[in-house]
């Protein structure tokens, strides 16, 4: 199995910064890609940044210029730097991973328990 924990969720006055951490672990043979995604109240749930394991990078509309995603492959850690944070940006953040558990091209998708990350106005 496979398993996802987040870290650095928290509190932030409107203009602040938040680093978020997610660390996989378990039957990883490979990941092929990294990301975050969150869910304000009453809201779906919405992604918020990709990486693959060559780098490439995509971001949503709300989040570019603001937020950086970043991956340690060695260690199968994706981090979120989140940077002049909005109220808006208030949601329970979860991590995802596209995982392979073997030699195969077969990629399974897991999820962190998610981090709730508040921002004050």
């Known amino acids: 199995q496979v398993q996802l924990v987040e870290s650095g969720g928290g509190l932030v006055q409107a203009g602040g910064s938040l680093r978020l951490s997610c660390a996989a672990s378990?039957?990883?043979?490979?990941?092929?890609?990294m990301g975050w995604y969150r869910q304000g109240p009453g809201k779906q749930r919405e992604l918020v940044a990709r990486i693959t394991s060559g780098g490439s990078t995509m971001y949503a509309d709300s989040v570019k210029g603001r937020f950086t995603v970043s991956r340690d492959n060695a260690k199968n850690m994706v981090y979120l730097q989140m940077n002049s944070l909005k109220p808006e940006d208030t949601a329970v953040y979860y991590c995802?991973?596209?995982?392979?558990?073997?030699?195969?091209?077969?990629?399974?998708?897991?999820w962190g328990q998610g981090t709730q990350v508040t921002v004050s106005s």
């Open positions: 378990g039957s990883i043979f490979g990941i092929d890609y």
């Open positions: 995802n991973a596209a995982v392979r558990i073997s030699s195969s091209f077969v990629s399974y998708l897991y």
